[in-house]
């Protein structure tokens, strides 16, 4: 029952048909480095006897939980109530009714309540989107016309600008009501994910320096 509990609070289940948006490099590595620390773990367990030893294990601990906040948590949700924003240590939700609109570039921007709000995951940088644009280009010329004109020069970012506004256009033909104002809230889950791991190195570090 509590290992039910927390697997909802740290992956909470998306509602049914949500959009969800992330970064798949960024999960997959995020899951390696769980794996990875998972068998260090083991291996500290069942051979480790000194504060070295309990030192390391904290530092797994500690990487787990930068992992899941950096890697595995950030998400961009899109239901049926509006836009939710999950980042490293906070959620922004902004209700469709509140949506003023949506901007790309280097990340996705949701702009509501007067705020302007930046979405941590799909980022990209200028030179990242250079180059991505660079290898499109030359990958223009193996596409059907009607393709490549569809794809050109745009990154997972545009694309998931382009179907936030398409649904935030559908539900403001809507008329829908409800709340209007974003909300922003710490993710505890995350924070603790962080700080417990980090408070527990620290005092490993101590007793390993004793």
């Known amino acids: 029952m509590a290992i039910a509990l927390v697997t909802a609070a740290v992956f909470p289940k998306t509602p049914p048909g949500a959009k969800?948006?992330?970064?798949?490099?960024?999960?997959?590595?995020?899951?390696?480095?769980?794996?990875?620390?998972?068998?260090?773990?083991v291996d500290i367990l069942?051979?480790?006897?000194?504060?070295?030893?309990?030192?390391?294990?904290?530092?797994?601990?500690?990487?787990?939980?930068?992992?899941?906040v950096g890697a595995l948590r950030p998400r961009i949700v899109a239901d049926e109530e509006g836009v939710r924003l999950h980042n490293l240590l906070r959620d922004v939700e902004v209700p469709w009714r509140g949506v003023e609109r949506?901007?790309?570039?280097?990340?996705?921007?949701?702009?509501?309540?007067?705020?302007?709000?930046?979405?941590?995951?799909?980022?990209?940088?200028?030179?990242?989107?250079?180059?991505?644009?660079?290898?499109?280009?030359?990958?223009e010329r193996k596409l059907p016309d009607h393709v490549a004109d569809y794809v050109q020069g745009r990154t997972q970012t545009d694309f998931a600008v382009e179907q936030l506004r398409e649904l935030a256009g559908e539900r403001s033909r809507r008329g829908e009501d409800g709340a209007a104002?974003?909300?922003?809230?710490?993710a505890w889950?995350?924070?603790?994910?962080?700080?417990?791991?980090?408070?527990?190195?620290?005092?490993?570090?101590?007793?390993?320096?004793?």
Request: net charge positive.
């Open 181 to 186: 104002e974003p909300t922003v809230t710490w």
């Open 20 to 41: 969800v948006f992330r970064s798949t490099a960024a999960r997959f590595f995020g899951w390696a480095w769980m794996v990875f620390a998972a068998i260090n773990l």
């Open 189 to 210: 889950p995350a924070v603790i994910a962080v700080a417990v791991p980090a408070v527990a190195f620290l005092v490993a570090l101590v007793i390993a320096l004793l």
């Open 46 to 68: 069942w051979r480790g006897r000194d504060a070295a030893s309990l030192v390391a294990a904290m530092v797994m601990l500690l990487g787990c939980g930068v992992a899941y």
């Open 102 to 139: 949506v901007e790309g570039g280097d990340a996705v921007y949701v702009h509501g309540g007067g705020r302007r709000f930046r979405a941590f995951v799909l980022q990209i940088s200028p030179r990242n989107r250079a180059r991505f644009e660079a290898k499109a280009r030359r990958q």
